[in-house]
């Protein structure tokens, strides 16, 4: 089956991270056409990329022959335009949040991508394919936890871009703890508060940060969200679940710690050396492909361990057969590396 | 540039894992050729890849025209034979370990190499890989805890398969201790001691395990590895440091956890959402990818959140922002779904 | 200075341990008298204690020539009546929680103490001695958090008495935080709201619980406390402070980690072995002077390592410093034991 | 009973230390006599203490009428006369380590109190009060592990004392794994070798360090130890035991963490508050105890919460009792304080 040809639209930096994705690391799929309104921006990007062509007009890359499937990257007030034209070709759409920007629009992207009976946009809620969210959703469907009652949710970042005010950080960040609610919980939000406890002295002038949102589903679980985008410390983002038989937290940079039989804490230990060492089998080939093709211009086939360190490993596992037969300390002997 | 045409020899657990490897995650290759001395399990797989054929004879897989490069996953001791064909034939391969099953055919290999003047053999170290392994190399390389000195290993697997011998858990669990200690302090082991403590009653029968293996190397630094296959518990493996300014410690189901500042323990926070979460953003884009690909088979384009997901994100967004102005909580009312 | 005689009232599970804990770990108290409404039980007590009688009437006891001072762990409704006894006595008095069962009898205690002129009653807020909270109070008053902005508690049960209900665990258990809030954050509390989820189905008929509790102090630092009273999984109190400069949590199990310099998070080692030894040290001491009074009556003067153990571990030694010189292995030779 | 009179010989960090524990925390005993080479130092310790005296000769001080016991903080080489002496005059005495300076006085000592038929010298090997080493030593016993097979140890120091060299690593530092080794395997040590890595460019001239100890035990169990007393970082002390069923950690700034189900890890949470506030309670009323007793001097018969703190905490119960009720935040509204 031949390559996926995607339109990016919209190539700053969340944009161009999506094409270099498409282009290294997305196996099935290549970039055909790119478009921003900052018309250099593309032509470079298109330049670098095979069989790549930049568009001035958005609506042309949506209408290109040669694009298979579109990504949004551009910014929010686009959307709307761009995903009806989507619709119309019948081009499927990745977009990036929001899905547009106010709620009556969003829904009339609802009705009509339902008249077409047909499921063709995605919106980039990516928490959603994080292996430690996966991880969560799975030991709440699995019922270790029980029925799911609260949610404690904290979302801080070190600063924020200087356009930022109060309104965004509900739109811009409370939007994942939203989307995080309605995935775990599998249903819709009945209501919201955001408390404004006393301010950050370090927040810029006239934001309200931190906030404190309080969310209630319609089954009546709670949930809190502290949003706090000044912190100056780091990108923290966790979650934890409690529920009747127990509790479970991600994002405390320990992987999960559930809490759910009586008196022990704790993870998972992974089982074996295809989980833990999954990614890396993935990563190593990966850059032994990319190595061997560009090896007719760099004369270097491989990008990791040599031959020499297959021979070194031998010869010390070796001697360590032998001290194992002897139990005597065993001096390793190399040969000259050619 | 077209894709990479890879043979892969073996297709033995190893071996299936990367042929789905490269079909489904790897960008820019694809497998066109497999082979295996049980001929069926051979055909099966290459029947279900796209432009892909079974060979009986490796050595012809080895030669053929559209076979760009290797990866071996056969039994070790067939790797000489067919590394000798790889380097005949000039083709790049990546060969899982061992290189060969013995020291003096692993130095021949590595000098037919070297007569070529060319680099074509990759060791499929995959712990080089790792990304804690990787960022523990960074952080040796960074100086941070000074001149390494020191370092503990344990590799612990819960069981074994009914063949292993004491031997094996030096040649097939150490080795990867070996090509650690030599990636990370970047020199080579000059001597290497097995010591016996008394053994695990639940090993099998004449096995020795745990076994402790003591290495120096050339400049005497010293470590220290515990080998102990029949745990019955997990897949462990960690590695700690211990320079001449701090330690760093990996595998302990939380990160990694280093000592440098005087009286101070911790880990690295993740600066910002494309390092906490690139990851997610891959995952989201192939399975997007994939499910465009199938779409027409199945009517759904989509792999992930819906276009209703995005209309009700915000709807909760915009109560928010209401109760940010008024204080209060506000209801969330939702559209009926189309 | 002779020791301090102590009246404790009230002798159910709490006085119990008072009791105890007064006779075997305290230095420079005793117990003098013992009082409970159930009479018996204060006889039985009273008999195990040298120098201690039974009364019948608490305020016979607070009266008594040979108290100096009270401890109340008698039911909260009897306390207004026995404070007012103690400062009408001026004796010193530690009262468990609660001061009184209202509002109003506990101003009328505070004004009568404050006509007296002299500091006479303690209330038993025990956190404020606990390690891990006296740690995260000098750190937010040591400043490397900046101001603190907002709070997150977590105060969970596996199960409450039966007849626990839901003013309870406000009266009960969310008094704890009411006091860590104002003894963290040294201020008082403006307003406070129960949150109601939808309760768990595991908790007594006519429960609500969880409860989430929010709170908001003078200066306008935000509080939020989930309580949770039927986990069925253990005894968890949880506290976050998040400040201007970063953050810090007690209570994880793994002691307290801080998040306070860009990128990193992590705990404090510590410094050196009278931290990390020093309670130890105090058991060592007071289980050996408990052995050597009771030896007249044991024939054993001791009650941990022997010399034997000193003898051996100066063999062992021996036999390291022997290896130290030779770079071999050295056996240990022991004399018979005696 | 009246409380046991001990004689400390030796006032030094360690036997202060010593005075200040049975002066202040520990229940049942006084110091009556002090003693030191340095005559000024006990003389102005002694005068410190109510009913305590000083005296120039040690062995004056062990033959002593109010003497009831001894506590030898002295240097080691004045061990084997001072145990001596508490010997003769059936004296029981807690030693610090070394129980005397060389092996075969040590030997010596122990057929002494043999001879005696009494056990009356206690070693102080401290770590086996240790709350994390307690655990471990139940942990083993309870058979959660199986048999022990192996253990790692870590003792690193930040710096040491000028006059440390290469051999009191093991005698000062070792010694204490040698201990711990005996208490948790409960078998005495076979043979034991040091292994000399290259070593730390910022210990001081001619000494070596770190060192690694290995020593078998005279079942065959494996021990090894990092003794590393220049780390510049912080004291960290760290042992790990691995059994035939699963391996446990203690000392790693987490409390203790065990792998003995099948995929799991983690450690254990308090069962309820006693377990977890118990220490609390024990500091509470010790630090209550000393106010009261220091009352008549400061005015201050309390070292804690006051009754407002009291008051103020039933005031905000009251409105979250009444926020319960109604569902609304509830202002808090407080008395002026009098």
């Known amino acids: 089956m031949s390559d996926l040809r995607i339109a990016v639209l919209g190539v700053g930096v969340m944009g161009a991270d999506h094409v270099a994705r498409i282009t290294s690391r997305i196996s099935g799929a290549r970039v055909s056409v790119v478009n921003d309104y900052v018309t250099e921006k593309a032509e470079q990007l298109a330049a670098a990329i095979p069989d790549c062509r930049a568009v001035a007009d958005p609506l042309d890359a949506i209408a290109g022959d040669d694009v298979d499937a579109v990504l949004l990257a551009s910014p929010g007030a686009a959307h709307e335009k761009q995903l009806l034209a989507c619709l119309e070709h019948r081009k499927p759409v990745m977009c990036e949040k929001p899905l547009t920007t106010d709620v009556s629009t969003s829904l009339e992207i609802v009705r009509r991508e339902a008249e077409l009976g047909r499921s063709l946009i995605q919106v980039g809620f990516m928490r959603r394919f994080d292996d430690e969210y996966m991880r969560l959703k799975m030991l709440l469907d699995g019922g270790e936890l029980g029925r799911p009652l609260v949610m404690h ?6 600063n924020v871009p200087s356009y930022f005010d109060s309104s965004l950080i509900v739109k811009d960040s409370l939007v994942h703890e939203v989307d995080v609610t309605r995935f775990l919980f599998g249903e819709e ?50 979650t ?13 940079d320990v992987g999960m710690i559930r809490k759910s039989s009586p008196g022990v804490w704790g993870g998972t230990i992974t089982p074996g050396f295809r989980e833990r060492f999954g990614r890396a089998y993935d990563t190593e080939i990966q850059r032994w492909v990319d190595a061997v093709r560009g090896g007719a211009a ?41």
């Open 189 to 238: 939000i009945a209501a919201v508060q955001i408390i404004k406890p006393a301010s950050n002295p370090g927040a810029p002038e006239g934001v309200i940060d931190p906030q404190i949102a309080i969310m209630k589903t319609v089954s009546g679980k709670h949930v809190d969200v502290e949003l706090f985008v000044t912190t100056g410390v780091a990108y923290e983002v966790r």
């Open 240 to 252: 934890e679940v409690v529920g009747e038989h127990g509790s479970a937290m991600i994002g405390l």
């Open 153 to 158: 949710c904290v979302h801080r970042n070190p």
């Open 298 to 338: 760099t004369g270097k086939y491989i990008d990791g361990p040599t031959a020499w360190d297959g021979y070194a490993a031998a010869a010390v596992c070796a001697a360590g057969v032998e001290s194992l037969e002897t139990g005597r300390p065993v001096d390793v002997r190399l040969a000259e590396r050619p």
